[in-house]
């Protein structure tokens, strides 16, 4: 069998049929209470959070929401949060810390949002702050890129003990076409970009970023939903017995050492 | 505030019984008119549903009785500081008299009643406030009172589990009630830093110094559908702004838009909603896979 290419994910993770975090949510955890708004200025839709049960240990869940058509997305805004969604989602983690309960995040954003408001809010400095207080939550946190890895978008996330891939994922600083725009200076260049950016699970395990990828169905997540979810329970087991075991020491330090090693250069 | 405690007496019409508003020539009290949607519906339907409105699913108000009644597991509820009562700490004219007028009139020594419950089998503290009572005003006693049950609930290794209703400050104890806003508040703090949950209910109307204290500090914050939440009255900012405000303005839904509310909950599904979060948040819930 062949290699899927970057580019061929790409339009396997953007079908419209590929489950979204309410169809994760659903099947993978029991008792979902979601929590709404930043306490600050809005409910952004574009991201859901609460808390549930996963084997019936209490969890918060946070994850980047994707319609699955034009009315969904409107309500979403395609998957793309405004800084009051990072803001609750810091929120929500910040309550995991206290009550000592892990978190799980599930990704799938083409980005933050780029617009006049989200810039007026401050969606660098919220992204900013969540980079910061994740790396020193004082509880687990695991996050799986389920389908489009979208950037600062993603990684205000991302930050964590332990980075999945589901198998057609990808994650990426840019869009390929935002690639393409800027480097070639022509987006119709989108697939070359994707293809050339390493933005496959497998190109990011080879690099460092993700430690494991969740295996999917033929042809995608889509073709067989329980499955893909009975995959990603297998490892949420696996990955929550580890990490809910480390000390709280040893926990932030390794999490603080898995991007502190990230970098190549010569010196 | 007493202005506000006004306003949204006047906006809510809880006045219906009084025959000079009914402008249709029906027996007084034989009607609910809904502050939302302004339906007037049938005392006896509306009460029969459980005081919600049957057009719009506007929840009205309680007495703090009916909530525990409806709330608490049967035969479990304590009461604390049932005989704590107010003085008139900067001698306002007439507050003694009013006092004990409503304390006649209500039954109730006070606008909160506080204690000690189980709700499906999980223990917590509760408050219950009742706007019956001047409003639900918080002046000494609710500050204590509510002060009081977080420090118990601190010792005692217990969540809070609190319904907010209140009109506000209460004018007639001057700065005292305002400081009450700062009592109560660092009273959630220290409960907070001890790692303990707090579940605030937003019912109706929660207005001016308690929710800008006690009532927006939960670590989840339910309210029930339809309900007058704010800081400043309507008519007041109306005032100011010189602009008519849209008709959700304030409302449950209103707030949880914009941030401030986690869920609304039907007061059916509320008793399960708090069991389920009160059981969430034990620390003794972690199963054995884990340890
Ligand atoms: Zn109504």
């Known amino acids: ?59 918060t869940v946070i994850a980047t929401v994707r319609g699955k058509n ?62 910061k207080e994740f790396m020193r939550l004082k509880t687990p946190i695991i996050s799986i890129i389920t389908g489009e890895g979208g950037s600062g978008g993603a990684l205000g996330l991302a930050v964590c003990d332990e980075l999945a891939m589901l198998e057609n994922a990808v994650y990426s600083v840019i869009s390929p076409r935002g690639a393409a725009n800027i480097l070639w200076r022509d987006s119709s260049k989108e697939k070359e970009a994707a293809n050339t950016m390493k933005i496959t699970a497998e190109d990011l395990i080879k690099l460092g970023v993700a430690d494991k990828i969740i295996s999917e169905p033929l042809c995608g997540a889509h073709n067989d939903i329980n499955m893909t979810c009975d995959n990603i329970v297998e490892y949420l087991f696996e990955s929550l017995k580890r990490n809910c075991k480390k000390s709280l020491e040893n926990l932030l330090e390794s999490r603080y050492n898995k991007f502190r090693k990230i970098g190549l250069f010569s010196e | 505030m007493e202005d506000l405690f006004k306003i949204v007496k006047s906006r809510l019409k809880i006045d219906i019984k009084n025959p000079r508003k009914n402008k249709v020539n029906i027996p007084s009290g034989l009607l609910f008119k809904c502050p939302r949607c302004q339906t007037a519906i049938f005392n006896d339907d509306f009460e029969s ?66 204690g000690e419950c189980e709700i499906r089998g999980e223990r917590c503290v509760i408050g219950i406030m009742d706007s019956h009572f001047m409003m639900a005003s918080m002046g000494s006693v609710v500050g204590e009172k509510i002060t009081r049950a977080f420090e118990r609930a601190i010792e005692k290794k217990l969540p809070v589990v609190l319904f907010a209703a209140s009109g506000g400050a209460r004018m007639q104890e001057g ?11 660092g009273a959630v703090a220290l409960h907070s830093e001890a790692g303990l949950f707090y579940c605030t209910v937003l019912t109706d109307p929660t207005t001016g110094g308690v929710t800008a204290s006690f009532a927006s500090l939960g670590d989840v914050i339910l309210a029930e559908p339809k309900v007058l939440v704010g800081f400043a009255g309507r008519r007041v900012i109306e005032g100011t702004i010189k602009q008519r405000l849209p008709d959700e303005f304030q409302s449950a839904e209103f707030l949880q838009s914009h941030g401030f509310v986690d869920m609304i909950v039907e007061r059916k599904r509320m008793r399960h909603v708090l069991y389920h979060l009160l059981k969430l948040h034990k620390r003794e819930a972690i199963p054995e896979w884990i340890k």
């Open chain 2, 49 to 114: 549903v459980g005081r919600i409105c049957t057009n719009c699913g506007y929840h009205s108000r309680l007495t703090a009785l009916q909530r525990l009644e409806i709330t608490a597991d049967k035969g479990t509820f304590v009461e604390y500081d049932a005989n704590l009562s107010s003085v008139n700490p900067i001698n306002f004219p007439g507050y003694e008299e009013k006092v004990k007028a409503l304390m006649a009139k209500t039954g109730l020594k006070e606008a909160i009643v506080t």
């Open chain 2, 175 to 185: 700065i005292v009630s305002l400081m009450q806003m700062a009592k109560t508040s």
């Open chain 1, 1 to 59: 069998m062949d290699k899927i290419t970057a580019w061929e994910k790409l339009s396997i993770i953007r079908n419209p049929k590929r489950p979204n975090a309410y169809d994760y949510i659903a099947n993978i955890f029991e008792n979902y209470y979601e929590m709404c708004g930043d306490r600050l200025y809005s409910d952004d839709r574009a991201i859901t959070g609460g808390i549930a049960t996963f084997e019936k240990l209490p969890v």
């Open chain 1, 70 to 131: 034009i009315e969904q997305n409107k309500e979403v805004n395609f998957a793309m949060a405004h800084p009051e969604g990072y803001r609750k989602a810091l929120r929500l983690a910040k309550q995991a810390e206290k009550f000592k309960r892990p978190v799980i995040c599930l990704v799938d954003t083409p980005g933050a949002y780029c617009g006049v408001q989200a810039e007026e809010r401050g969606q660098g400095e919220a992204i900013a702050r969540n980079l």
